[in-house]
């Protein structure tokens, strides 16, 4: 007896097998696709977190590499001061008092100081790692060319001679400061001394800051942004 039944056409096996199976399948692509768009955006997340947490710790390496900086600052200025004392101390009977306290104070800054070398103040280092986090591109366009200037800057030194040229001649030129300086109480010279240590202080705050901080502005930026 002969197969009455219909054969199942295309029609039947495009219906009812395959057009399901491809809404499966585009179900599945839409699934993964939807997937891998949240997984890069949770690591986007993840990098920009560890993002933040270097760009802070950067800052706080940058802080410590001031504070040493300022702190080598006066205390080649107070050097300065000693050797060229004639210059500070001219016609002063009693030169030899703030000598002595100025070498009480070399050597507590040379004592401070070396209390940094377990402190580490090497920002650099930082870059490395910004560069590979923000992407070469991004960073190589954007902060490198500000990296460049800090460093070109830093290598002359020219900007730092100068700074410090300033500073002596803003000493000579303070009168009251001159006085106190010269005087013959202790009092006077420790008061004089810390002036000198608040110029230092403001004037190479003021210089760092001008260097660094259109490149500080530009990573933060660039954090925000990624």
């Excluded at 560890?50 to 504070?67: F, G, K, W």
């Excluded at 101390?89 to 030169?95: R, T, V, Y």
């Excluded at 070498?103 to 930082?126: H, V």
């Amino acid at each position: 007896m002969e197969n009455t039944e219909n054969p199942i056409g295309w029609y039947e096996i495009t219906k009812d097998i395959i057009i399901p199976l491809l809404g499966v399948i585009s179900t599945l692509v839409i699934g993964i696709i939807i997937a891998l768009i949240i997984k890069n955006k949770e690591r986007k997340a993840k990098v920009k977190d560890i993002l933040i947490d270097h760009y802070m710790d950067y800052l706080t390496v940058r802080t410590s590499a001031v504070e040493y900086e300022i702190n080598s600052t006066i205390k080649e200025i107070l050097l300065e001061i000693k050797l060229e004392s004639d210059a500070y101390f001219k016609g002063n009977a009693n030169w030899h008092l703030p000598i002595q306290i100025i070498k009480e104070r070399l050597e507590e800054l040379g004592e401070r100081l070396k209390n940094f070398e377990s402190i580490n103040t090497n920002w650099s280092i930082y870059t490395y790692r910004f560069a590979f986090l923000l992407g070469k591109n991004s960073y190589f366009k954007d902060a490198l060319p500000l990296e460049n200037n800090i460093t070109e800057e830093l290598i002359s030194s020219s900007k730092l001679v100068s700074i410090k040229n300033d500073i002596l001649e803003k000493i000579k030129k303070d009168s009251e400061l001159m006085n106190e300086l010269n005087s013959s109480d202790s009092d006077k010279i420790n008061r004089a001394l810390n002036k000198i240590y608040g110029i230092v202080t403001a004037d190479y705050n003021q210089y760092q800051f001008s260097l660094f901080n259109p490149y500080n502005t530009k990573l933060a930026e660039l954090i925000n942004e990624y």
